[in-house]
């Protein structure tokens, strides 16, 4: 079983749309999430990062945690087709000194 | 934001040779940095974490005579890959860790595409 398990889609929605992304970890040692954008042939992009349980806002973007879960989300409000790519949660172990990534889903926002 | 720059963005060469690729933070200095290979619509399978001044600490299942990683300074971390082999053809990608108070996050530079022929 993976440490980080993310649906790798893809996913297509229309222009507009809200869409939500989703990862379960295994180990409780994970103290902080991420989330990252990667578009074609490019390094990801840090997007959004947290240490808590709850909602984070920036933007038409929210990330959410719940550590009693295990379960991490991020939701994009609005959806423009800039958004299409692939989309990467990120776990890091502090334990470990290093993250542990989902293997991303692909989203398409079509106009 | 942070920036972390990679250089060449994309190399070719011929079966045998070796291929070194930077990895530079611009505007700040990064103790830790993370080379990373990235098959097609493949996540992100790190390689090796380097820290500045000493050995890199090489994931299971990487050879690190092969991949040699030599973290000089705060802000330059390179990546040799030596006698390379079509299967060493792969998008690689450093990232660089950045302390924002109490979370680490890594900052990832624009990836090398490397095609061994």
């Known amino acids: 079983q993976k440490e980080v398990e993310q649906d790798p889609g893809p996913l297509s929605v229309p222009e507009g749309a809200i869409v939500s992304l989703n990862c379960t970890y295994s180990n409780s040692a994970f103290q902080y999430f991420m989330w990252y954008r990667q578009y074609s042939r490019k390094g990801p992009e840090l997007l959004m990062y947290t240490y808590s349980s709850g909602n984070k806002e920036d933007g038409r973007f929210t990330a959410q945690v719940d550590k009693s879960s295990k379960y991490i989300s991020l939701f994009i409000r609005d959806s423009q087709p800039s958004d299409s790519a692939t989309y990467l949660c990120a776990i890091y172990n502090t334990n470990a000194g290093k993250s542990t990534f989902g293997d991303g889903t692909t989203l398409t926002v079509k106009p | 934001g942070a920036v972390v720059s990679q250089h060449p963005s994309w190399v070719i060469c011929k079966s045998g040779t070796s291929v070194k690729i930077e990895c530079r933070s611009l505007d700040f200095q990064a103790t830790t940095m993370f080379w990373y290979r990235q098959f097609p619509k493949q996540s992100l399978m790190l390689m090796a974490t380097?820290?500045?001044?000493?050995?890199?600490?090489?994931e299971q299942g990487v050879e690190k005579d092969k991949f040699l990683i030599n973290h000089a300074s705060l802000t330059l971390s390179t990546l040799t890959v030596t006698s390379a082999h079509p299967e060493d053809s792969s998008f690689y990608i450093c990232s660089a860790e950045i302390g924002i108070g109490q979370q680490e996050t890594q900052y990832f530079g624009p990836g090398t595409r490397l095609l061994v022929l």
């Open positions: 380097s820290n500045e001044g000493s050995k890199a600490t090489y």
